[in-house]
């Protein structure tokens, strides 16, 4: 999260309070649990991110629990959600066409993901507090502005656009949310866009508990 290590760690309780019910509500129907489990996994990535926050405020960058819930965090924002969100749509549609769209999506993720294993195993990761955000700084980054750009663009298809694609009852409202979101986030925070944009797709998520309550209903 973008404000403080209490912002954090309350933003963790909250998506786990919410991901319980939503893994609940979901358990009979195993196609919606990838999906369902979303919440919960985003309440990880936010409690690496209190770490982050606590270990920078208290000096303690070289500790391991700083690399660590750096790691963690950067490895959820570019390996994990890339990967998941589409395959977890992915695995809960029934649309043949839409299966394969996603199908694409996925590929496209498995590419992001592969894209910032090499970035993680080629450059130091860091974190710093600036104007009171997090941002995670790939030093001596090989790649560039331009494909940085390139990169945003293209992960703003594989994880967004899936929504797009998905023919879950409203689904399409958690795209526009987060379309916007990643547009605030990439023109107010560029910096810190890592942090912002993971802190508005976990607080989005909890709008899932009623797509996956409105999917259960229905079946």
Known sequence: MCFSAQASFAGAIVLTSVGIPTLL????????IPFAAIPILFALQQALEGIVWVTLVNGSRASVWHQWAVYG???????????????????????????????????????LALCSLNAIAHTKQTAEVMNNHIV??????????????I???VYLLGT??????????????????????????????????GSIWCFFVAMSSVMIYYIVVE????Q
Request: some cysteine; aromatic content about 14%; hydrophobic content about 55%.
């Open 160 to 193: 967004v656009g899936s929504f797009f694609v998905s023919s879950l009852n409203n689904i399409w409202v958690l795209g526009v949310v987060l379309g916007i979101a990643w547009i605030i986030s990439i023109v107010g925070y560029y910096l810190a866009f």
């Open 215 to 218: 999917q259960v209903c229905d």
């Open 25 to 32: 509500k979901a358990r009979h129907t195993v196609k919606l």
């Open 73 to 111: 965090f950067i490895y959820f924002a570019g390996m994990v959600w890339p990967i998941w969100i589409p395959t977890s749509l992915y695995v809960a549609e029934y649309d043949n066409v839409r299966k394969k769209m996603l199908a694409a999506l996925i590929v496209v993720g498995v590419g």
């Open 151 to 153: 990169g945003l663009v």
């Open 136 to 149: 995670y700084t790939l030093l001596d980054d090989p790649l560039g502005s331009l494909s940085q750009a």
